[in-house]
């Protein structure tokens, strides 16, 4: 079982940065991949990044590529997603959640946080 917890989320101007925390608790954290994902009012969650158990692999998807970064702290059993360059376009609530292996789907996904809202203003 793995409880994860978000935070970092908030308004910001576009063109902003911000910085989403996942924190997850067991002994386990390093056997689980990790993603992020995201759901604007009226859409489907859709899948944002990805990081492998290791932290060597990293997915995105097409829209935040070169944007945000997706990275891991085994030690400190929490994943991180760095968002720079932020649009209107990038507001929705942001959830993590941890799997097997990556994956672009959720119902790869064993375990998903309670979600944090992230708005930009234009």
């Known amino acids: 079982q793995v409880q994860l917890v978000e935070s970092g989320g908030g308004l910001v101007q576009a063109g902003g940065s911000l910085r989403l925390s996942c924190a997850a608790s067991g002994r386990t954290f390093s056997s689980y991949a990790m993603g992020w994902f995201r759901q604007a009012p009226g859409k489907e969650r859709e899948f944002v990044a990805a990081?492998?158990?290791?932290?060597?692999?990293?997915d995105y998807t097409d829209s935040v590529k070169g944007r945000f970064t997706i990275a891991r702290d085994n030690a400190k059993n929490t994943v991180y997603l760095e968002m720079n360059s932020l649009k209107p376009e990038d507001t929705a609530v942001y959830y993590c959640?941890?799997?097997?292996?990556?994956?672009?789907?959720?119902?790869?996904?064993?375990?998903w946080g309670q979600g944090t809202q992230v708005t930009i203003s234009s």
């Open positions: 959640a941890a799997g097997s292996f990556m994956a672009v789907v959720t119902r790869l996904y064993n375990y």
């Open positions: 990081i492998s158990k290791s932290g060597g692999s990293t």
